[in-house]
């Protein structure tokens, strides 16, 4: 395939063809090329079934952008289906403009064990959708985990580490004996969730009282239970363990921006440390109990709206290094249960490009960057080497974009569990199309 008078967010008018899914020829082009036998990229019958593959589309100066990843997702996928499967969650993403994830291990089984990576992946590759898991460690698979994560034939491109107990039996807290059980040459990326767990206990006694509840407003104990001194306490050793493990650190879902500074302040020393942020951190705060309840409860939980306006202003800065979604669907009959009852977590892949340019519009945050925290970056701290840029030799993964108001409704939800956090949300793009490795995997209506 072939795309003509494509325009990117600096402006810049380009060309490139689409050789066995890989970018090449890509061109900056000074004037609008025409080409007799173009298809308009409007023309949806001849996208959704190209009658040869040599398809050449007039992009018609639209707005072309590298496909996103999204490096943070529960696909439920085995055990939890009835939240989301790896079919639905493919539809969300390339309706996001997402065309590769990365899977977190909290399913049934737990993706803990070869058998576990293995059944997982089988299911992952039947819905098309491209991916790596991330591998869960607890008191159970310690003595595993070198041999899986080293071993060539499973798509393992990290290590998640529930460092507070978040889901299930997933948590693991001996970084001592985690950094001597990996061997030196393992370079893959260690994951945190940080949440330092004797603070929550400490809480979780002080406010056990108030959990009983289902008004939307009591919601707001889950921020006090989860504060944020329980965050910093943890990432702060996670850190610490960095440089005295000298292992590559990711820190997921950031949700205060002490956190931000202080991996800034261990990257300036030059450590491997990186970390991301989700949109719900950037666009709720505790002011939003009172409206949606247990439909923002998650782990790390909503923060002040002081403190998430700080949060903002770093991620405008550029201090963060990805967005992910830690899209984490559950059903409303799930959610609407007391405090202490109600799953923590909230879907959002498939508005993933959307809510990205909603956060850089409100952060100032520069097109150039964007894209790297949604795309470049992303792919290379997980090892998609081909993946997020639109470049020579690079796959062919792109998302066509159009500048106009996209009103989020629940109705409209593709995710299994059927509604969104963001639902009445104004969101200032629309994703018009996706590709990937040069096949139209998506289309507006
Ligand atoms: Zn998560």
Not at 40 to 48: M, Q
Not at 53 to 66: K, N, S, Y
Not at 416 to 443: A, E
């Amino acid at each position: 395939m072939r795309i003509i008078n494509a325009r990117n967010l600096d402006g810049d008018k380009f060309s490139f063809d689409v050789h066995q899914g890989v970018i090449q020829n890509l061109k900056i082009q000074s004037e609008t090329l025409s080409e007799p036998n173009a298809t308009s990229i409007s023309n949806r019958a001849a996208l959704e079934n190209p009658k040869q593959t040599d398809i050449i589309i007039d992009a018609e100066q639209e707005l072309i952008i590298p496909a996103a990843l999204d490096m943070h997702v529960h696909s439920r996928s085995p055990g939890l289906t009835a939240k989301e499967d790896w079919n639905s969650l493919a539809k969300g993403a390339w309706r996001g403009g997402v065309v590769a994830v990365a899977d977190m291990p909290n399913t049934i089984p737990p993706t803990m064990t070869r058998a576990a990576v293995l059944e997982k992946a089988e299911i992952a590759r039947a819905s098309g959708l491209e991916f790596t898991l991330q591998l869960g460690v607890g008191a159970g698979n310690i003595n595993q985990v070198a041999e899986l994560l080293t071993s060539p034939d499973l798509p393992l491109a990290a290590l998640k580490v529930f460092y507070g107990r978040s889901t299930g039996d997933l948590m693991y807290d001996d970084l001592n004996k985690l950094g001597k059980s990996l061997p030196r040459d393992c370079k893959k990326l260690i994951v945190f969730h940080s949440e330092d767990q004797c603070g929550v206990d400490v809480n979780q006694a002080k406010y056990s009282g108030r959990t009983h509840s289902r008004a939307n407003r009591d919601f707001e104990v889950h921020s006090l239970i989860r504060d944020s001194a329980t965050a910093h306490a943890s990432t702060k050793i996670i850190l610490e363990w960095a440089v005295s493990s000298g292992r590559p650190v990711h820190i997921a879902h950031v949700s205060t921006p002490l956190e931000v500074e202080m991996v800034q302040a261990y990257k300036a020393k030059g450590l491997p440390v990186s970390c991301e942020v989700a949109p719900h951190h950037l666009l709720f705060s505790t002011d939003d109990y009172e409206r949606l309840g247990p439909l923002v409860k998650m782990n790390p939980p909503l923060r002040s709206r002081a403190e998430k306006e700080d949060l903002l202003k770093l991620v405008g800065q550029g201090a963060v290094d990805i967005f992910a979604t830690d899209h984490a669907p559950h059903l409303l009959s799930e959610k609407h249960q007391e405090v202490a009852k109600s799953p923590s977590g909230v879907p959002a892949i498939e508005f993933f490009y959307p809510l990205v340019f909603k956060i850089a519009e409100m952060t100032g945050l520069s097109h150039h960057r964007l894209l790297e925290m949604s795309a470049s970056r992303p792919a290379e701290l997980f090892g998609f080497d081909k993946k997020g840029t639109i470049a020579n030799g690079f796959d062919g993964d792109f998302v066509w974009i159009k500048r106009e108001n996209f009103l989020v409704r629940n109705e409209e939800v593709v995710s299994k569990c059927g509604w969104t956090p963001y639902d009445g949300f104004n969101l200032p793009i629309k994703i018009m199309g996706t590709w990937n490795r040069g096949k139209c995997v998506f289309l507006s209506k």
